[in-house]
């Protein structure tokens, strides 16, 4: 199969797209012929060599497409069901991959879209799950999400908004119409945020979720009554000064996501962000994209045909 690999750190220019042998699925996994893989700000950090040091490498995590090979025990997929999921071994970036945990593509989405849903849904409702986000003591309560306008942010603000809670969230001013139609309540970053999101709450919030990771765990702390209520998914040295949990996939990852967001999405009450494509050939320009700066936009390469799924139907029975 052809897969996306890197054999030396560097830029863009080190991504090759290479043979390797097709991958066969263990007990409890599926092979997919993959129709559509996310890419995300991990994948630069390991090819700068920012992360894991072995070489070479394959990358990808996120991957959506068609059920052809099921792995031992497996009942509850059938071969030609369309899932999206995260993968085994960090090869989704190909022509097939093996799926550790996978969900059923919501029936009105495409390819391309599902694949960009595994990494932010997750990220955002494993911490919406460790902060207690309409659970316990604060069900229906106010959250600050600082960054609310990417992909992780705005999945936070939409599965908070779901689960009862007043949302506000930060972002630049050109994205804070895009905050309002997700169901929150905007306001700038920047010098004076304290003061800003008093006048929306002068109490402060009951609980904050850092997104962005630039440098306010003092300001969300103090709007949220103490560092234990805050949770940082991007900040791991802020977090180790200030005393506020950071969130990671070590502690165990909120897989549970992946069953529930189609209900959302069909109901109308998750709404994705714009999808960028690349073909699989073009990773390093989706590399260069995304290094390029943030974006509201997914990007997501497309792997065989056809990428929007339009010849691919649901599996019935």
Not at 6 to 18: A, H, K, T, Y
Not at 187 to 208: I, T
Not at 227 to 236: C, E, N, R, W
Request: overall charge negative.
């Amino acid at each position: 199969m052809k897969a996306v690999r890197f054999s030396r750190f560097g830029g863009p220019e080190v991504l090759e797209i290479v043979d390797l042998p097709d991958p066969r699925p263990g007990p409890g996994q599926v092979r997919i012929a993959v129709r559509a893989a996310g890419v995300n700000a991990s994948d630069w950090k390991k090819r700068q060599g920012l992360m894991d040091q072995e070489l070479p490498q394959t990358m990808g995590y996120e991957a959506a497409g068609i059920v052809d090979e099921l792995g031992e025990g497996v009942t509850d997929v059938a071969v030609g069901d369309r899932v999206f999921g995260f993968s085994a071994d960090g090869t989704a970036q190909a022509e097939l991959a093996v799926l550790a945990y996978c969900a059923p593509v919501p029936p009105s989405l495409d390819f391309p879209a599902a694949a960009a849903l595994p990494a932010a849904v997750e990220t955002a409702t494993r911490a919406l799950d460790q902060l207690g986000v309409g659970e316990g003591a604060a069900p229906g309560g106010t959250l600050l999400v600082n960054g609310a306008s990417g992909s992780v942010g705005s999945a936070a603000v939409q599965l908070a908004v779901a689960r009862g809670a007043r949302v506000i969230g930060t972002a630049g001013p050109a994205n804070h119409a895009y905050l309002r139609s997700l169901g929150a309540e905007p306001v700038a970053y920047g010098e004076g945020l304290v003061e800003r999101v008093r006048a929306l709450a002068p109490d402060g919030v009951d609980l904050a979720l850092d997104v962005a990771g630039s440098g306010v765990l003092p300001e969300l702390a103090e709007l949220a009554g103490g560092p234990g209520h805050v949770v940082t998914l991007a900040d791991f040295a802020g977090a180790r000064e200030h005393g506020v949990r950071f969130s990671s996939g070590d502690a165990g990852r909120a897989l549970h996501a992946l069953g529930g967001i189609g209900e959302l999405i069909e109901s109308g009450r998750f709404a994705l962000p714009a999808v960028r494509t690349f073909p699989l050939t073009e990773v390093a320009e989706a590399h260069r994209a995304g290094e390029a700066g943030p974006g509201r936009g997914k990007l997501v390469l497309v792997v065989g045909a056809p990428a929007d799924g339009a010849g691919d139907a649901p599996a019935s029975g």
